[in-house]
């Protein structure tokens, strides 16, 4: 019941974006949309240390020694396992390779990564694996983890809670905002 009065409070007064280009969201756009969204979902600002579902980071980094993998690519947004996106992402999937407590790996929930077979079997990584993620633009990091597999050859698709945590801004559709650029290390 709270989210339908949340929903009917909002001002729909306008139906397209304040300003910019036809379309185009100015900041402004951006960060209200955000603050409704957080505020919708009942999500706080995502960080390293905010201990929410999904998100912590290793005890020990120094068992790791070098990456398995690395990948510097244009970011690519996973929304699968978030059933609020299944109209949205052209992509999306019910189900994530990775689980947790039986059920898929929520992306709006936990900061995971997305991996190809090829790229798992080259490397030795495996779904559970950690992963770290930095903004190239900010520098932004936070921990990750290996959660689901996708298409031969494909890298940068981290989940909406990960893009999120490293800074990076995007649409329903699963489409970033500018064109982020991460580097993944995988462990």
Not at 57 to 70: E, K, M, V, W
Not at 147 to 164: K, L, M, Q, W
């Amino acid at each position: 019941m709270l989210l339908i009065a949340s929903i009917s409070g909002c001002d729909d007064s306008i139906s397209s974006p304040s300003g910019g280009a036809s379309g185009t969201p100015t900041q402004n756009d951006l960060t209200q949309g955000q603050q409704i969204g957080n505020a919708v979902s009942g999500n706080q600002s995502f960080d390293n240390a905010s201990g929410g579902p999904g998100f912590g980071s290793p005890q020990d980094t120094s068992q790791f020694g070098a990456a398995s993998f690395t990948s510097d690519s244009l970011a690519k947004i996973d929304t699968d396992g978030d059933p609020s996106e299944q109209w949205y992402d052209k992509t999306w999937n019910a189900q994530t390779s990775g689980q947790i407590d039986g059920q898929p790996v929520n992306s709006a929930d936990y900061a995971y990564v997305v991996m190809s077979q090829g790229q798992m079997a080259a490397s030795g990584a495996q779904i559970g694996d950690w992963a770290l993620v930095t903004n190239n633009e900010t520098g932004q990091s936070m921990w990750a983890r290996v959660e689901d597999v996708g298409p031969p050859g494909g890298t940068g698709e981290i989940s909406e809670a990960c893009a999120t945590g490293v800074g990076i801004q995007f649409q329903s559709n699963s489409n970033t905002i500018g064109n982020p650029s991460v580097t993944v290390q995988v462990y």
